[in-house]
């Protein structure tokens, strides 16, 4: 076995473990089945009878999955002995402003760093008045909670360790945050104010969420819209449709620029993109699955060094915050999209005999794209949205198609308001058309529904099925091409 490959099912059994653990599946029954692998192992050499080298293989990377078990309840002793917080006490405490407090109409809602005697993040619900700002620091009087069991593995994922709703609180200080990211905080609101100023509120409100995830302007309606016709991810800012837009944005450099200019032009987009949106974790991650389906793109097939990359780069960001594998969704919309656009894709082209060659406006790239992403997270749109339809496929294609222009255009928009207002209001025309578009296919098919499931219920059995399934058609799909092509090539 090559050391790239050795490595590479190292990493697997280690983030297996990370699962495990994840999924509070009992330690005993993993370190059963672990000893029993490692016990008939060492019974075989005793023995005399050589073991074949897919159980030695097998014996010692399953040693990886106890690595990882241990490694995710390291981190969650590390977490708590870093938070220093009293509970279900009146306090007085201070923090400061760590992130970009969102607008919940009719409250605010911030993650706080606590200051000492106290330590750790706490996330907070303020009254609407004072208005708050990344890197100000406030003064409080109330009660801080432990995190309620409903969104304990949320905030777990996000360092959060507590919650105070509605405490007295002052602002004591403006300006103690980082002057790069408060700086590009303010110019993300100055953008959205923009987008409200010249566009409709819906058309407004689902510009601010393609364009940096905002949802809180979104009306009830248009929520059970999104996730009625299966578009509510599109506002996620995961890697998923990161990725698709990355994607979309070097087919059309592509047509004008070589290769390899067109490759380094969609990376400097993607680094742009993260800065908008204030370079968040969460974002910064799907960045960099994004620019791992470019390379994959630029290399030309699924090969191992591709494979490698994507695991590697995964196993890296789980090491940081192990957290982010069962309970992040971007995190896993990123990672599975990402290995759809990779290995799926190519299979689709084979089975249904399609051109290479990207279309009309590059639609064939961008459909054989999107559906071969769509087709690798449906049990994760189901799980975490509830509802996924047949027609959500098609509703995808269709928008996605327009989303690259849509935020090029909005930006162009906030671009040109610092230049004219009448130069504005021409681009703010030419965006609400496609605005209007695609929302005009998300109410559509929000009616169109052939729903496959109408519940986050889904069983473990049936998660799994579903992709060992897809492993199996691009498994056999793979080697029946290779089959044909050495018959040929003899």
């Known amino acids: 076995m090559r050391i790239s490959d050795l490595v590479f099912y190292f990493v697997l059994f280690f983030l297996g473990g990370i699962l495990l653990a994840s999924l509070e599946v009992n330690f005993l029954i993993i370190i059963s089945v672990v000893g029993f ?44 002995k870093h938070n220093l917080i009293t509970f279900n ?38 009254a609407s008045y004072p208005e708050i700002a990344y890197g100000d620091k406030l003064n409080f009087i109330g009660g801080i909670n432990q995190v309620p069991s409903s969104t304990s593995k949320y905030l777990a994922k996000e360092r959060i360790a507590g919650v105070s709703s509605f405490p007295q609180f002052s602002i004591s200080g403006r300006g103690y945050g980082s002057a790069i990211k408060s700086g590009l905080f303010k110019l993300n609101d100055k953008i959205v104010s923009i987008f409200k100023k010249f566009l409709p ?24 819209s999104l996730n009625l016709s299966g578009t509510t991810h599109l506002v996620a800012l995961s890697g998923y449709n990161i990725s698709i837009i990355a994607l979309t944005v070097a087919a059309l450099f592509g047509r004008i620029f070589p290769r390899r200019i067109s490759f380094a032009l969609t ?18 991650r799907a960045a960099l699955m994004a620019a791992l389906a470019l390379l994959a793109k630029e290399i030309g ?30 995190f896993q919309l990123s990672f599975l999209a990402l290995l759809g656009i990779v290995y799926l894709k190519p299979v689709l082209i084979k089975i249904f005999r399609l051109s290479e060659s990207p279309g009309f406006l590059s639609w064939r790239e961008n459909f054989l794209t999107t ?37 090029f255009l909005g930006f162009l928009m906030a671009a040109v308001n610092f230049i004219s207002y009448y130069l504005t209001m021409i681009v703010s025309w030419l965006v609400l058309v496609s605005l209007k578009f695609e ?43 290779r089959k044909n092509l050495a018959e040929a090539e003899k």
């Open 439 to 481: 929302i005009l296919v998300i109410n559509i098919f929000s009616k169109l529904t052939i729903p496959l499931a109408g519940s986050k219920n889904i069983s473990l059995m049936l998660f799994l099925g579903y992709y060992l399934f897809l492993a199996a058609i691009i498994f056999y799909a793979q080697r029946f091409y």
């Open 267 to 284: 990376v400097l987009v993607i680094i742009g993109f993260v800065l908008m949106t204030g370079a968040q974790a969460s974002v910064v």
């Open 201 to 224: 509120s819906t058309e407004a409100a689902f510009l601010a969420g393609l364009t940096f995830g905002q949802r809180s302007d979104f009306s009830l309606d248009f929520k059970k």
């Open 37 to 80: 692998l490692a016990l008939g192992f060492f019974i075989l050499r005793l023995a005399g009878i050589p073991p074949s080298s897919f159980w030695q293989r097998l014996s010692i990377l399953s040693l990886m999955i106890i690595i990882g078990v241990f490694y995710y309840h390291l981190d969650n002793v590390i977490f708590q």
């Open 301 to 330: 097939r699924p090969n191992y060094d591709v494979r490698n990359a994507i695991v590697f780069t995964g196993f890296l960001m789980v090491l940081v915050n192990p957290k982010i594998l069962a309970f992040d969704v971007g």
């Open 89 to 126: 006490q009146k306090l007085n405490f201070q923090g400061l402003v760590v992130d970009n407090p969102l607008d919940k109409n009719g409250f605010q809602e911030a993650v706080i760093e606590l200051s000492p005697p106290w330590q750790g993040k706490v996330s907070v619900k303020l």
């Open 371 to 407: 559906t071969s992403a769509q087709l690798a997270v449906i049990p994760i749109l189901i799980s975490n949205f509830g509802l996924f339809s047949l027609t959500s496929l098609l509703a995808n294609v269709l928008v996605l198609e327009f989303v690259p222009l849509t935020m």
